[in-house]
């Protein structure tokens, strides 16, 4: 075998902990190879591997020849559920071979496995370079999803561009109290295109210092980062030669692009009219400080009730009845070395006052992979359907807290022991649907009880289980057919009381320790295995929520300083309103209004943009919540609250001056 340089192993005393170094000295030194969880087969290291790259789907800690492996002999070949690479000799060989083993596989596999008419068989070739963002084939690593790359990339771009109308909309703000200094500028000389250098040299400048507080920023926050995408990004990155090429690219063209606008408006104006009344904001300059105001706010707004609508679809999952109880359940693997103390293992396990009970099954009910077929035949001639199969052991509907509609659970007697194996042929198994399988082979359950259904062995179905979700929300529940078969338990469940954890937990490793001492009590609980369901749907509902708060913030920061100077500007007007008799909420409202009919602008806009990207990102959960209107309108209320407050420290700050003061000084 082949190790990984850094994973931790030993030889056989089947300890962890030693430096896959001194294995290979080990080895070479004559001592014995070890094996792996207690097996039969002895393996012999033959090399030491360095790390995969983070970035690659393809992570391991050892590799071992699929020929030594006991699959390899006694499994089927259409059965054995592994993925194939080829390596081809240039890329423009995958079109042609993806056709040609599309003619053949068909043939070949109807040949081999006897398919009807009616059934077939496919393979396909896929990229490697596209499976982990483009496929939904399973590998080494769980797959990402390009669709959340081009989101996240658009809201990044959405942020930056709130920064970017701030910038514009302030520096036209403040070019009002550059008049006298651009016009005496021109008196001394300087032309239109020097005040145009002045002004994006000024742009520029003010981008590069963001730009190395923003590294700055990214550095420190890179940890926290990687903790909430589940991403292992280093600080390399941020300094690779194309990395830094491209931000500071994008830095200067930001620069250029918002300093544009404000440098051609504080450059044009006539040499007399800033001299004379300083540079005074036209009513078009007006119309455009408003439309960025909205147009910022709508990104706020879009980005907020988008959010909620994510936070939404994950308490819906995680509320929603799955069908069964998956709390305080234990969830352990076992292996064929483990069968041999299976029953001793669950009796002393069931021996613990606050265990409730103990079953197995081959894998975790919250994600059933195991694809099969069936055939019956109620008189009306054969029906074959396909759908996903598990095995289970006694006490395993009665542990998940599954319901039965019709028929009966399984017991002992279900069960394959020497002595029924020996009758050969006239064994039957029982089975149990559920009723979705019912129904799609056309019958009620009281009707499916007691019909032969044809699997490897054939046997009546005993029991009609009421449907429950064996995958993600994202898909629809699909027909389902438990059996009794403990020769293939892969995972044991134990169902345990919440109180005194600590104390059960403990009891159940000694007991486990007693009868299983080539492997550790390595444990999980079956909540952990349907939250991984969703990792990605959280890690978009925690960056959707800070990126929106970015969002709302850079906004309210804009607007902070826009109704600081609109304030001032409006000095004498407010003293004269005084001085005639209008109290401080006349004031703060005359302030106020103007930029909160901006922002109820911009919901309007929003709405309908995040209502329409919500349901199509819902289309993508078969069980989804509703999407109701008190949504977007939080959304609306909480970005009307916070500008309110915003523009209000500012309306409330000038109605309180002194009016004598504000008209002494005009």
């Known amino acids: 075998m082949v190790i990984r340089k850094h994973a931790l192993f030993s030889p056989d005393d089947n300890k962890l902990g030693r430096p896959i170094s001194n294995l290979l000295r080990i080895t070479q030194k004559g001592h014995q190879p070890f094996r792996l969880n207690g097996g039969t087969e002895r393996y012999e290291v033959t090399g ?101 790359i081009y989101v996240l990339s658009i809201v990044a771009f959405l942020i930056l561009l709130i ?20 016009g005496i500028r021109q008196v001394m000389g300087a032309g239109k295109q020097q005040l145009l250098r002045q002004f994006l040299s000024e742009s520029v400048l003010v981008t590069s210092l963001a730009l190395v507080l923003g590294f700055m920023i990214c550095a420190a926050l890179l940890p926290l980062f990687n903790n909430i995408t589940g991403k292992t990004f280093s600080y390399g990155l941020l300094f690779r030669p194309w990395f830094l090429l491209a931000t500071i690219l994008l830095s200067l063209a930001i620069s250029l692009l918002a300093g544009a606008y404000p440098a051609v408006i504080l450059s044009s104006k006539r040499l007399v009219t800033k001299l004379k009344s300083g540079l005074q904001l036209t009513h078009s300059g007006g119309l455009m400080r408003k439309g960025l105001i909205v147009l910022q706010f709508t990104i706020a707004i879009f980005l907020l009730a988008t959010t909620l609508i994510v936070l939404k679809q994950i308490h819906y999952i995680q509320n929603k009845h799955l069908g069964y109880d998956r709390s305080h359940i234990l969830v352990l693997p076992i292996d064929r070395k483990t069968h041999g103390v299976y029953e001793q293992l669950k009796q002393a396990f069931k021996a613990d006052p606050h265990v409730l009970s103990v079953t197995g099954a081959y894998e ?37 807290g599954m319901t039965l509609v019709a028929g009966r659970d399984f017991t002992s007697a279900d069960f394959m022991t020497e002595d029924t194996a020996a009758q050969g042929s006239s064994y039957q198994m029982s089975y149990i649907l559920n009723e979705k399988a019912v129904s799609d082979l ?47 338990v892969k995972q044991l469940f134990v169902k345990v009381k919440s109180d005194n954890l600590a104390a059960t937990l403990a009891s159940l490793e000694k007991a486990w320790k007693a009868r299983v001492g080539h492997r550790t009590f390595d444990y ?45 500007q409006r000095t004498k007007e407010i003293g004269i309103r005084k001085v005639l008799g209008a109290n401080i909420p006349d004031i703060v409202v005359l302030i106020s209004k103007q930029f909160l009919v901006l922002v109820a602008v911009a919901f309007l806009i929003a709405c309908p943009l995040a209502w329409w990207l919500g349901n199509d990102w819902l289309t993508d959960f078969a069980y989804r919540m509703e999407l109701n209107s008190w949504i977007f309108v939080s959304a609306g209320i909480t970005a009307i609250s916070i500008a309110g407050i915003t523009v209000s420290f500012h309306a409330i700050r000038a109605a309180l001056a002194n009016p004598v003061k504000s008209l002494r000084n005009e």
């Open 48 to 148: 030491v591997a360095e790390d995969a790259p983070l970035n690659s789907q393809i992570q391991y800690d050892l590799i071992i020849s699929f020929s030594s492996l006991e699959a390899s002999k006694t499994e089927v070949w259409h059965t054995a559920n592994y993925i194939t690479y080829l390596l081809l000799q240039n890329a423009n060989q995958i079109a042609p071979l993806s056709r040609s083993i599309s003619s053949v596989i068909p043939t070949v596999t109807r040949e081999e496995l006897g398919l009807s008419a009616d059934d077939y068989w496919t393979m396909r070739l896929e990229p490697l370079k596209s499976v982990h963002l483009h496929s939904n084939l399973a590998g080494l690593e769980s797959n990402g999803n390009m669709t959340y």
């Open 163 to 182: 920064a970017c109308v701030n910038y514009t909309n302030l520096s036209v703000a403040q070019s009002a109290n550059r008049g006298t200094e651009i």
């Open 364 to 400: 975790d009910p919250t994600d059933i992979g195991w694809g099969d077929g069936i055939q019956a035949d109620d008189g009306t001639g054969p029906k074959n359907l396909s759908l996903n199969a598990t095995p289970v052991d006694v006490d395993y509907l009665k542990t998940m």
């Open 442 to 488: 056309g019958w009620t359950p009281e009707k499916a009880l007691g019909q032969i259904i044809a699997k490897n062995t054939p046997g009546p179905v005993v029991g009609v289980v009421k449907d429950f979700h064996f995958s993600s929300l994202h898909t629809p529940i699909g027909p389902l057919l438990i059996f009794p078969d403990t020769s293939m």
């Open 524 to 568: 999980h609980f079956m909540d952990d295995d349907f939250q991984s369901l969703y990792k990605t749907e959280e890690r978009i509902a925690g960056l959707f929520s800070i990126f929106s708060g970015i969002a709302i913030t850079l906004a309210c920061l804009g607007l902070f300083a826009l109704a600081a100077f609109t304030t001032i």
